[in-house]
């Protein structure tokens, strides 16, 4: 399983200022490119992480990231907008400008938001800029993996370090690393894969083209763990722990008489609730999705560190 880098948005600001650092040790090698022409808006060259080389800035005619339309080239901007998603100079839309790249179809891809949006697809929202069915609890999440601000990331601790080259683990999860980016411009990501945020991603377009356990980030073009939180029994899976049954909610748990009977299972389990042993997280949790911590803090497995 890959951990991208896509874990600094999903953890909002644990992470953030890992991601920042990283992006800075990466030089920019995240995909994203710049037009940069003479004062005569002539001699113009596309410079991305791996350099420069020439490009055709004529007006109405293909620069690199997007087609112009009629009434101004393209500026800088990953879709052809300096600051913008559409072509023309200075900000979305531009004077005259029109276009860049299609609108994000939620059914192919998970896309990008901005805080406070309200997201297209029913039972999604706006986690750290993406679109995604947020978790409650680390349980959702899977083996290997804890809720962080309401998205799955993979999990870690002192003894279990973090696998994925240029990560390492802040507050049980692993985050990009900024000492230690596994990308930059010295040294690009080999096959075809890009470099964001200093780790290595594969492009994509669609879900379809990631490996299993992956979405398609419509933000970045890249593949990234998924961070909703997917049903792990029921329609022909069972539950793997000895005792656990299937809950109406797609996920495994304990069933109990009362609390010694929990106890017995995990010193963990605190209470015998609707007939299902539970811990002090899933019975009194600090933050969740509708509580979240106060700023400066992140939501960990119910707990605000």
Known sequence: ?????????????????????????????DGG??????????????????????ANATPGTTTAGGTTASGGAGQGGATTGQGGSAT???????????????????????????????CATEGTQCLG?????????????????????????????????????GTTCDKGVC???????????????????????????????NNAACAGGEVCDGATGTCIPDPSP???????????GVGQQCGQDGFCHYPCSDLAQCQLIDSRFVACDGGVCKTEEEVAPECSLEKPCAEGKDCISNKCL
């Open 129 to 165: 800029g993406l679109c995604v069915k947020g978790c409650e609890h680390s349980y959702q999440c899977g083996p290997g993996k804890v809720c962080a601000n309401g998205a799955c990331a993979a999990g870690c601790a002192a003894d279990v370090p973090c696998a994925e080259p």
């Open 175 to 205: 985050v990009p690393d900024p000492q230690h980016p596994a990308c930059s411009d010295a040294a690009p990501c080999a096959g075809g894969e890009k470099c964001v945020g200093g780790l290595c991603q594969a492009p994509c377009v």
């Open 230 to 240: 997917k049903p792990l029994c029921g329609q022909g899976q069972e539950c793997v």
């Open 88 to 118: 023309g100079t200075g900000g979305a839309g531009g004077a005259g400008g029109s276009g860049g790249a299609p609108p994000c179809d939620p059914s192919m891809a998970v896309c990008p938001c901005e805080a406070g949006d309200t």
């Open 1 to 29: 399983m890959r951990v991208r880098s896509s874990l600094g948005k999903w953890l909002g600001p644990l992470g953030v200022t890992a991601l920042v650092a990283a992006s800075a040790a990466g030089g920019g090698c």
């Open 33 to 54: 490119s710049s037009v940069e022409c003479d004062a005569n808006g002539q001699n113009c060259q596309v410079c991305d992480g791996y350099g420069c080389h020439p």
